[in-house]
Structure formats: C-alpha cells, structure tokens
C-alpha cells in the first residue's frame, strides 16, 4: 500500500513531466511564427498567432484581437527594424507544457543583410491550442 506522501509525489512528477505531443506541435508553430516573419507577410504571420496575441516588448504591452489587427499593426514593422534581414531561433526550451499550452524560454537572433548579428533577445513564448489551432499566443521580451 502506498503512503499519502508517495501518491503526492508521483501525482506532482507526472504534472511536471509534460506534453510530448502537444510540444512538438507547439514547436512546429514556433517554426511556422518564424518562417512567416522571416517571409515578411504580414497575413502569414498573423495566422500563426492565437487570439487574443500579447506582446510585451520593454515596457510596453500590446494586445491584438484578431488577425486583421494584426496584421495591419505590422505591416510596416520589417522597415521599423531596419537594418534587419531575418531572424533565427537560437534555443528553444520547454519550460512547461500540457495538452493544449506550452511555455518556451527561446533565444531569437536577427541579422542584416550582410548576415550580421544585430541583436539577440532572451524571451518567453508561450502557444497556445485553440480551437483545434496550435500558435503564439503572448510573447514577452526586451526586442523592439
């Protein structure tokens, strides 16, 4: 017969153990996030995202309702980060995950043209399943 306190520790290690398959497909949306800002299409990357998206960036946060906010709000955000060509994941760690939301420490990169490091943000993403779709719902960093 096993103790209470045994019960409680098996209970706890298999909350924190995680979500396999809900982190790979939250991984792969992570993926799809970059190659759509990497594309700078706006409309693409909006779809990546779940509703409501926040963004903390510095000290300011922002909220988005629906793709079309969005993607308006960022139309012009490639000439904003000027001089930026593309940006890359350089770690991508789970911090937390369960069956519909995980929790990424990342570190992105973006680059010039010339390939360039021009800056590198520790962040925290976290994605999101709702209705049936896998995205970046809040994101938090130090990046413009």
Known sequence: MLRPAVILLLL????CAGDPQ???RARQ?????MTAFNARDAQAWAATLNYPHVRFAGNDVRVYQN???????MADYPKRLAPWR???WESMTV???GPG????AVTFVRFDASDREIGRFP???IVTLKDSHWGVQARSSFAP
């Open 86 to 88: 593309y940006s890359r």
């Open 123 to 125: 962040s925290l993403y």
């Open 12 to 15: 706890i290690a298999h909350l």
């Open 101 to 104: 939301k995980v929790h990424f």
């Open 29 to 33: 949306a992570m993926d799809e996030f």
């Open 95 to 97: 911090v937390q995950s």
């Open 67 to 73: 793709p079309g906010e969005f993607a308006r709000a």
């Open 22 to 24: 809900a982190e790979a």
